[in-house]
T-cell receptor
């Protein structure tokens, strides 16, 4: 099955700096790559996603890049703010018979220091 | 719309007891799933369903049963609880054609 590796497990930045979280996946047939944000004690919520026919997607201060050849994708947050502090999960959804299964990375705890 | 509703929010069980975590969605989503979340382990898929009457195993199905008799409901059953099943459980749903998973608020289960 699909395997998703996520790094780093913790990340601390100063307010206003950029943060980058990286993920790799194993199934070359995977075609959908979302990122979820989970604040302490809350449910995960989708913040951005990208499909395999696109190399980059931006939404205000958040961007995701995808390198299908290398099988890795990254989340970029610019001008970080204290409210960006949370756990971020990457995920990959396989193709074919695995099209219904979304496999998550183990998460990155991002702390933005004022 | 209430979205995805899970009950109970908290539960303490003794080893060997059984219980059912309830999940209901009012968005007419075809796809529903159960994940467990453990510290440092991310979200791991237990079981999922692509429609009423259809269920399949995820990554960590052992010790759990599911059924999907209606589009709205997808209960998760623990037949004989074990301490290893202490976790936070999330139910999630989406339409067949979109990617976004909508999660419930989670159910924190402790097995003593």
């Amino acid at each position: 099955g699909e395997n998703v590796e996520q790094h780093p497990s913790t990340l601390s930045v100063q307010e206003g700096d950029s943060a980058v979280i990286k993920c790799t996946y194993s199934d070359s047939a995977s075609n959908y790559f979302p990122w979820y944000k989970q604040e302490l004690g809350k449910r995960p919520q989708l913040i951005i996603d990208i499909r395999s026919n696109v190399g980059e997607k931006k939404d205000q201060r958040i961007a995701v890049t995808l390198n299908k050849t290398a099988k890795h994708f990254s989340l970029h947050i610019t001008e970080t703010q204290p409210e960006d502090s949370a756990v971020y999960f990457c995920a990959a959804r396989g193709g074919g018979g695995s099209n219904y299964k979304l496999t998550f990375g183990k998460g990155t705890l991002l702390t933005v220091n004022p | 719309n209430a979205g995805v509703t899970q009950t109970p929010k908290f539960q303490v069980l003794k080893t060997g007891q059984s219980m059912t975590l309830q999940c209901a969605q009012d968005m007419n989503h075809e796809y529903m799933s159960w994940y467990r979340q453990d510290p440092g382990m991310g979200l791991r898929l237990i079981h999922y369903s692509v429609g009423a009457g259809i269920t399949d195993q995820g990554e960590v199905p052992n010790g759990y049963n599911v059924s999907r008799s209606t589009t709205e409901d997808f209960p998760l059953r623990l037949l004989s609880a074990a301490p290893s099943q202490t976790s936070v459980y999330f139910c999630a749903s989406r339409t067949a054609n979109t990617g976004e998973l909508f999660f419930g608020e989670g159910s924190r289960l402790t097995v003593l």
